[in-house]
């Protein structure tokens, strides 16, 4: 329903400036979340999941950049030495999400990021193997560390969501 809304406040704004353009529609779509965002803080409107799971999308995609960015530039400093200092491994990292998308997003993430690689997961889930390149033995607690406060922690708060139970459509 807040979606819904957010379009037509998208639409509005559209009308106001008089301009139907692509990044007219992204701005209108911006400020109309931003008011949407605002009566809910308010309290005028009533308590909706929407703004606070568009909050955290966005928080995701923003730190899935950053961590592209980094994992890059770490990636392309190797190539370019004379001796890789490659340390490779595979690492087990138990896992607090429960939904198979949020399960799936993860090693997807993981995958996408450059120097890491999803391997598997064990029978019920649980567990999610991961090889990176980069990992000294000292360093498994730290790397564990970085996954669950880094995508898992973010994915977990989309799976608060009642509509991304397992098993819904």
Known sequence: MMLSWNIFLAFIWLACWGVASPEQFVIGFLFGFSFLYLLERTEVLGKSLYT??????????VFFVKELWKANIRVAKDLLR????????????????????????????????????????????????????????????????????????????LEESPSFERGAV
Do not use: C
Not at 52 to 61: D, E, I, R
């Open 82 to 157: 004379i001796k890789p200092q490659i340390t490779p491994a595979i690492v087990a990292v138990p896992l607090d999400l429960k939904t198979d998308w949020a399960i799936t997003t993860l090693a997807n993430l993981i995958t996408l990021t450059p120097g890491t690689l999803s391997l598997d997961l064990n029978e019920d889930a649980s567990i999610i193997y991961i090889h990176t390149m980069y990992l000294d033995d000292s360093d498994k607690e730290a790397f564990i560390a970085d996954i669950k406060n880094g995508f898992e922690s973010r994915l977990l708060k």
């Open 52 to 61: 606070t799971k568009v909050a955290a999308t966005v928080g995701l995609s």
